[in-house]
């Protein structure tokens, strides 16, 4: 059954969405070779904590850490390590709080110093691909139409589409109805309508589509060991049309990256 969000709950969402935003913001300005994603993953712990917010991910479903870092050919859900990171390697950082009873999702994937063209294409094309996920988000289209734009783009660039992990709504629980592949056809489930809140997630691979997990229990590779993409935000249907509750401005400004 998806909740559906009234204004002053969607504004009490964006308090708890832009928490994790600044968060990623703060490890934005750490992520550099040598560094190891456990360092990372302190500093988002303290900066959840220190905007009176509790971190998301941190004993959910058992889930040992604050962030979830997957580096390179990991697609999702890498547990923080130990193991320093390199020059030219990519990680996506995944990262929840609680604020205000809500939860915020949102996720990046960073460039470790000098990263390989094909790597930063991967990278923007998957960006893209949020993007136009977020602008089929509105009243009159359903549910299957965020997906259908995501694979469309996707794939336009020879990139293998998730179909194993998906988007969610979001809101006092981090995973709602409805599911939101990041693949489909048109046209097919929920019609959207205002008070939707839901996390869009693409998570797109260089080549194949396949996926598996490790025996941690937690982390899922690339069948074919090359390396994946994922970006989220967490947006609200309001009058219509998808906003965002979070922010990558945050980002930016820490990597000097100009809108
Ligand atoms: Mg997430
Ligand atoms: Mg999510």
Redesign the pocket.
Known sequence: MIIYKTPEEIELMREAALVVSKTLGEVAKEVKPGVTPLQLDKIAETCIRDQGAIPGFLGLYDFPNTL?TSVNEQV?HGIPTNTPLEEGDIISV???AILNEFYG???YTFEVGEVDPEIRKLLEVTKECLELGISETKVGNRISDIGFAIQQHAEKHGYGVVRELVGHGIGKTMHEDPQVPNYGRRGRGKKIKNGLTI?I?PMINMGTERVNQLSDNWTIVTADGKPSAHF?HDVAVVDGHAIKLSTFDYIYEALGIKK
């Open positions: 979830c999702v995944d990262c929840g999702d949102h996720a996390a997630e989220e």
